[in-house]
């Protein structure tokens, strides 16, 4: 099987490329490598997965639609992993048009490229941000989600219904996975957990917001990559018992599916920076701030569904992540990458 992976040289995207590659999967993997953080690390993470031999790189924009267009005139793929997007909530508060360049126009090109060369499934990333203003605890994907507090949560939501229209008109089953607050090895610069280590470990203080006073269902990425990929292998498929007078946001009439990939197990920040620092042998200089636009309180996946439809969840804990965490950053991250 033959298959497009966009944002290959992200932080999830490295990990799902690794899990198809070894099974034997043909992967192209297409990314802009963009400047948004260290590009280094983007090129660090491709030199781990370009050794095998049914692997393929092209730098290339998913903005660029007739370069897209070419691209699967040529390679003929049988399935789609749209991972390319603009990260990252606060960057969006003072950056919309890259979101909106990126998040809306790429993920337009691709649905339209799906639509022209009959691909079998499209699986995309979509966000655990979708929720907002929320608060219904754990976040199902069965609520209503109209209420985004960032431009990024919105793009992630507006790809969803842009997903569910192509999967309507053109019967293009296609699934959105909304990732709950993502860490492990090859992390990203711009998250907390690399933000909190690098900065604990140069005696630096951190940036705690709301006081400490918030909740985040931290998902360690192996599980992440893993549910993605078998994600990837459960084509979605119209819902039989689908209401139309009472419509369910997660499923369709349309082969179209949401799901939540979260360890369905919401940990206070609190404990989350003490266990850093228990792995980190160094106590941190804490910075208590007040709540930041565009942020939430807490985050907490609803995974039956992913469980039921896939039968696959995330299942590890803080404490062995962290730890994994730990030991990839002071062997392979500690000093070398700077922005």
């Known amino acids: 099987m033959k298959i497009l992976l966009t944002g290959v040289a992200g932080f999830i995207g490295m990990h799902v490329a690794r899990i198809l590659l070894e099974r034997g999967n043909q992967v192209i993997g297409i990314d802009n490598l963009n400047d948004y953080y260290v590009t280094q690390l983007k090129h660090d993470r491709l030199n781990q997965i370009k050794e095998f031999a049914n692997f393929k790189f092209i730098q290339m924009d998913i903005v660029d639609s007739e370069a897209l267009h070419q691209l699967f005139v040529r390679e003929n793929f049988q399935r789609v992993i749209h991972l390319a997007a603009q990260a990252g909530v606060r960057y969006s508060l003072n950056n919309p048009s890259v979101y909106i360049q990126s998040n809306l126009v790429g993920f337009g090109n691709i649905l339209e490229s799906c639509r022209h060369h ?33 431009l990024y949560a919105a793009s992630k939501k507006s790809n969803e219904l842009m997903a569910h229209a192509y999967s309507h008109l053109y019967a293009i089953p296609t699934t959105g996975l909304r990732y709950f607050t993502v860490y492990g090895p090859w992390g990203r610069p711009d998250m907390s957990p690399w933000l909190f280590t690098s900065a604990i470990l140069e005696g630096k203080p951190i940036n705690i917001f709301n006081h400490g006073k918030m909740k985040r269902d931290f998902t360690y990425i192996d599980d992440i990559a893993e549910g993605t990929v078998k994600v990837l292998d459960t084509i979605a498929q119209p819902n039989p018992n689908y209401l139309t007078e009472l419509p369910d946001p997660a499923t369709s009439s349309a082969p179209y599916r949401i799901y939540n990939i979260g360890n369905h197990q919401p940990e206070d920040l609190m404990l ?68």
């Open 118 to 150: 009959k691909i079998e499934h499209l699986v995309y990333a979509s966000s655990s941000s979708v929720y907002g203003s929320n608060s219904h605890m754990p976040f199902s994907v069965h609520d209503n989600v109209d209420h985004p507090l960032s």
């Open 272 to 339: 989350f920076i003490e266990t850093l620092e228990k792995e980190l042998g160094v106590n941190a200089v804490k910075n208590f701030m007040p709540m930041q636009r565009g942020d939430v309180i807490a985050t907490y996946a609803d995974v039956e569904d992913l469980q039921h439809d896939v039968g696959y969840a995330p299942s590890t804990n803080l404490q062995t992540g962290l730890k994994q965490w730990v030991q990839w950053y002071r062997n392979h991250a500690e000093g070398v990458y700077s922005q």
